[in-house]
């Protein structure tokens, strides 16, 4: 019996594992045989690694063959153990050397007529087999880019099969990219902050969003600019650095979105449509689970508009994540845990209509049925939102001096933000925290300075206006308005401030 081997990487959620590919030839009738807990997509690749090989006009072995994936107990799923698995058949049958693909690991998968395609999680794939010890890879060629922003290891590009048995030979024949992928795509830019026209509470609310990295909550009549000011909430945030960039950047690699200018160094902004499912936002899949909404927010914003419309599965499921900042989905196959640190922006009419009290405007909702749009955002939910804003609509006059009046734009906005977030990097300096909205309650009310007066919110407490997580959430707030205001500990207007931008009147003018 004469063996081969090669390797490739098993992904649950963005952990990824090596797997050693073995082939074996032995006696018995000509047929391919696939151990190892695969997949029904891994499964199938005995029949498109065999049409592959054919394709390529090279020969696969006219004997038993059998393929091992080890570890044979851990669930593997995907198409981009193709390419491993033809070089490990092509070592047992000796058409090329076994040294390399002993050593290498090797993602991509086939096409009938022997081409290597892309395939998704080349980023952390590559970051595991590195982690693992491994110096180099073979990837498809169109991602080369993308395995290359993983320092540390010897890149191999393959178009299709005879460049991998040039590659297996130790004549690497395609180590960049290539010319038909181009040059980066200009980042696109982010709407400025100059076309809101006034709602001068609603863009401060933003900037202290922005600053702290908080929780924001936005609601009133149509029109008044709450989508507007959302989107234009990713344009204050600061540039991901290295290490968070590389996760956000791993998360979308797994996702099968495109890395090939870089890493992502923009925060994202996710904004999924009302009717999306709870796999849709959390993530999920019949096996292993695929990051959702929230993972592909991860160190950005994520966007819920007209929020009371979403399912209340939906919302429910977000309590977790937004307290730990990660997600857990338990599937059969395997439990899989993705990164969740977003910023969670939600916008709500004060009706089905949207005209309950606004003034001059005809509104067609009973009292109930405004009652229970009101709860489909439930207190929870709310009590893990750190800013709630009303925004109302503007006269025809307040409209006319608005846009007559030069507003802020983005750029001045954004360098008030990232003196803020200068300000809590050097407080934060030596913790695993880096804004004020990551900080523990324990830590912000015992470790950092306390503010001179307490008793608006021992007033508030006592009214049962805020529960124990909402004193935290005011706290990290007012630390937020320090920074803006380059304080070194809490001013009384700070926590007043804070207070005003914790209490929110929508709630209770629903329920009137």
Known sequence: MTTGSAWSVALVGVQGTPVEVEAAQGAGLPRTVLVGLPDAALYEARDRCRAAVFGAGLKWPESLVTINLTPANLPKAGSHYDVAIVAAVLACAAIVPPAIAARTVLLGELGLDGRVRPVRGILPALLAARQAGFETAVVPAGQVREASLVEGLTIWGVSDLAQLVEVLHGRPVCTTAPEEAGPPDPQTPCPDMADVAGQDEGRWAVEVAA??????????????????????????????????????????SLAGLELGNGLVRRPPFADPHHNATVAAIVGGGARVARPGAISLAHRGVLFLDEAPEFSPRVLE?????????????????????????????????????????????????????????????????????????????QGAIGLKAAQECTAESSEVVRQRVLEARDRQARRLRGSPWHTNAELPGTIVRNELPAPHDIGIIDAAVDRGLLSTRGVDKVLRVAWTLADLAGHDRIASDDLAAAMGLRSGSWLSGAAS
């Open 211 to 252: 600053a702290g990295a908080h929780h924001l909550f936005m609601h009133g009549p149509p029109g008044t600019g709450k989508t507007m000011l959302a989107h234009r909430l990713p344009g204050l945030l600061p540039d991901l650095d290295d290490e968070r960039a590389l996760e956000v950047s791993a998360i979308h």
């Open 317 to 393: 499921a977000l309590r977790t994540p937004l307290e730990s900042g990660w997600v857990t989905i338990a599937r059969s196959g395997a439990t899989v845990r993705y990164p969740a640190r977003f910023q969670l922006v939600l916008a709500a009419n004060p009706c089905p209509c949207g005209h309950h009290g606004v003034a001059g405007r005809s509104c067609r909702c009973t009292p109930m049925t405004v009652r229970r749009y009101a709860q489909r955002l439930s207190g929870p939910v709310l009590d893990r939102v750190d800013i709630h804003v009303h925004l109302s609509a």
